[in-house]
């Protein structure tokens, strides 16, 4: 279980430096871990609203904190 929260911690921070970042440079910037564990994380974590992902193309799909101020608005689709 510590395994996940440290996967977790890694990935918001990489969101926390570089909000609205595509998941495959997300991927990136955490070398150490497979690009199908930030992806699976980066479910979860959005899942449990702690992470927003949004897509914005065949494919492509962008990561964001969400805002706090603005929770209990719907999040905008394209």
């Not at 440079?25 to 992470?51: H, I, K, M, Y």
């Not at 949004?54 to 209990?72: C, H, Q, V």
Request: with cysteine; charged share 20%.
């Amino acid at each position: 279980m510590s395994q996940l929260g440290t996967l977790a911690d890694r990935i918001l921070d990489a969101v926390h430096r570089a909000p609205g970042c595509q998941l495959d440079e997300l991927a990136l910037s955490v070398p150490e871990l497979t690009w199908n564990q930030v992806f699976l994380e980066v479910d979860r974590l959005s899942r449990t609203g702690q992470v927003r992902m949004t897509a914005m193309g065949k494919g492509t799909y962008t990561i964001w904190l969400p805002n706090k101020e603005k929770s209990t608005r719907p999040p905008h689709h394209l």
